[in-house]
Structures are given as C-alpha cells and as structure tokens.
C-alpha cells in the first residue's frame, strides 16, 4: 500500500514552467511503477507521464518535449517539470502508483491515487 501527495500547483503565465512533486508514504516505493496524469473540467482523466527508472518513461503527445518526470528514490518522491506550458494545460494534476516495474499509460491500470493539485495556466 502507498500513500500520495501532490504538491507544487498554482497560477503561471504562457509560456512559463512549474515544477510538481508527489511524496509517496510506506516502505513500498521502489516496488511501484508512477505516473502523473491530469483532468480538465468537461473531460476524460489523461494520461501525462510514467517513470520506473531513469531512461524507462513514457510520454503522451500532448506533452513530449515540454515535460519531464522523474523520481528520487531517496526522497520516495517523483516529479513532473513543466515547460513551455499553455493554456490547455489547465487541469487538476494527479500523481499515481501501480505495483509492478512496467511503464503503463493507461488509467484503469493504476491502483493508488493521490488527491490532485490545480494547475491553472493564463494566456
């Protein structure tokens, strides 16, 4: 089992960057596999990125170029910096965990959630 936080959303301007962190609870967090995905008002829950390792991530379209994850397994926290961001990025951004070491992009296959940061991006 594994608890989640979110933290570092808020207000940016076009053009700008954020920077999201998600601290993970337990002894457990090297067993999971974690992701970041977001939902904006009148839609679907997407997908945005999963890390299992350095080098073994994944990225949606939408955001490839423009963001990172990453995860300190030190700190038992993962990350998602935030590039070149746009208007369209606004949504409320969740980090998740699923057990196993295999990058996964979709939603139903991730079992821990965390309760979701706004990110509210100006034109």
């Known amino acids: 089992q594994v608890q989640l936080v979110e933290s570092g959303g808020g207000l940016v301007q076009a053009g700008g960057s954020l920077r999201l962190s998600c601290a993970a609870s337990?002894?457990?967090?090297?067993?999971?596999?974690m992701g970041w995905f977001r939902q904006a008002p009148g839609k679907e829950r997407e997908f945005v990125a999963t890390?299992?390792?350095?080098?073994?991530?994944i990225y949606a379209d939408s955001v490839k170029g423009r963001f990172t994850i990453s995860r300190d397994f030190a700190k038992s926290t993962v990350y998602l910096q935030m590039n070149s961001l746009k208007p369209e990025d606004t949504a409320v951004y969740y980090c998740a965990a699923r057990a196993g070491r295999e990058p996964v992009a979709t939603t139903d296959a991730y079992e821990y959630w965390g309760q979701g940061t706004q990110v509210t991006v100006s034109s």
């Open positions: 337990g002894r457990t967090f090297t067993s999971y596999a």
């Open positions: 890390v299992i390792w350095p080098g073994i991530t």
